[in-house]
């Protein structure tokens, strides 16, 4: 079945470091990959999504690649800040479906 | 971006009884809306997949006569706990697409149960 792995956190970080959450996907059928954010005492929000092979989904500074050849979904910040602590979630879609699959959650520290 | 309400935000029932959470779509239509379960510190588990005029989709291992899904219309979801046990507690969240064909879902805050 599909299923989303991601690294394990807690991930505690200094202001302006660099972020790497890594995420891989099974590779089952063409989905759409995506990163959802979940801030402290809020719903997840979407953060960004990519829907096929190489196409790099942005936001706030974020980014991931898709990367078919190592069914891969990074999600990447050059600098991250205080406001950016929260728990992230890779997800991907069903095949032909709305269905989510998601990623155990990372969540993220930053410290001043 | 489209708006999903939950209501209520956190409930807190004694054990035996039933509770009922909404789920809104606030400014587009949903045909389909999910439900998920969260535990502490881990991931959203899929519960049902909810069809507006239809039965609900349970996901294997899920008991749908515990978990009762509603969904009346194009912009309401309710799921209700039936005799609610404290294994029952747990943070229970919707989302939506905004239109149909795309995969991009939107999530409501979600709703803290917890039973004594």
């Known amino acids: ?112 | 971006g489209a708006v999903v309400s939950q209501h209520p935000s956190w409930v807190i029932c004694k054990s035996g009884t039933s509770v009922k959470i909404e789920c809104r779509s606030l400014d587009f239509q949903a045909t389909t809306m999910f439900w998920y379960r969260q535990f502490p510190k881990q991931s959203l588990m899929l519960m049902a997949t909810s069809n507006e005029g239809s039965k609900a989709t349970y996901e294997q291992g899920v008991e749908k006569d515990k978990f009762l899904i509603n969904h009346a219309s194009l912009t309401l979801s309710t799921l209700t706990v039936t005799s609610a046990h404290p294994e029952d507690s747990s943070f229970y969240i919707c989302s939506a697409p905004d239109a149909v064909g795309t995969d991009t879902q939107y999530f409501g805050p979600g709703t803290r149960l917890t039973v004594l």
Request: hydrophobic fraction near 30%; charge should be neutral.
């Open chain 1, 1 to 112: 079945g599909n299923s989303v792995t991601q690294m394990e956190g807690p991930v505690t970080l200094s202001e302006e470091a660099f972020l790497t959450i890594n995420c891989t996907y099974t590779a089952t059928g063409y989905p759409s990959l995506f990163w959802y954010v979940q801030y402290p005492g809020e719903g997840l929000q979407l953060l960004l999504k990519a829907t096929k092979a190489d196409d790099k989904g942005s936001n706030k500074g974020f980014e991931a690649t898709y990367r078919k050849e190592t069914t891969s979904f990074h999600l990447e910040k050059g600098s991250v800040q205080v406001s950016d602590s929260a728990v992230y979630f890779c997800a991907r879609s069903g095949a032909g479906s709305y269905q989510l699959t998601f990623g155990k959650g990372t969540k993220l520290s930053v410290i001043p």
